[in-house]
């Protein structure tokens, strides 16, 4: 029986990448492409502040075509919804009718995605949902992945994570109360290196900016 075709929403993350794995492991979806939303101004993932540059060679990296929705800075629920609805319609007529997330246990933001798949006539996956995050955590280490943050909301953490590889050091050094996933947004990751990539994304880290009084922002950049 032939697999169901799907796009994986992707921002560059470890839960990305996790769910991507389980997709792959299965054998009922084939992941065809990853969906991503990039800042039209500053060519980045939104909220995550990745470089394009990076998003291409991780999409490379895993074998995987992008499907890219340009927004403007901070735009509002109206202009976020219009360019996803586009892009979903656009998917919906060359046959796909899923696309999956790495949600884990956010109700408000599942029901959201459904809500906006279901306008198209689509559904939602989500591989990874009500799994343990302290287990997530744990798996994407010792499965070999390797992430760094990217940004990181400096009420919940301390701005010094920023830049930081997310390894075992890192998981011990987080503040009580901090989701070990990261899935209340403490911080994003940028995902360079795993078993699911035919090379690494090799990184180094440039400036570290705060924005809006509270997100700081690491740049990373490519090492060659």
Known sequence: MSRVPLVLSWSG???GALALEALRAGHEY?????LTTLSREHGRISMHGVRETLLDAQAAALDLPLRKIWLPENPDNDTYGKAMAAELAAMRNEGVMQVAFGDLFLEDIRAYRERQLALVGMRGVFPLW????TAIARRFIDRG?????TCVDTEAIDAAFAGRNYDDRLLRELPPGCDPAGENGEFHTFVYAGPSF???VTVRTGECVLRDGRFQFCDLLPAA
Do not use: N
Request: charged share 35%; no cysteine.
């Open 145 to 149: 992945y390797r992430a760094m943050l």
């Open 30 to 34: 084939e992941v065809i492409a990853l």
């Open 130 to 133: 009500k799994q343990s995050t």
């Open 13 to 15: 993350g470890k839960d």
């Open 198 to 200: 035919r090379k690494s």
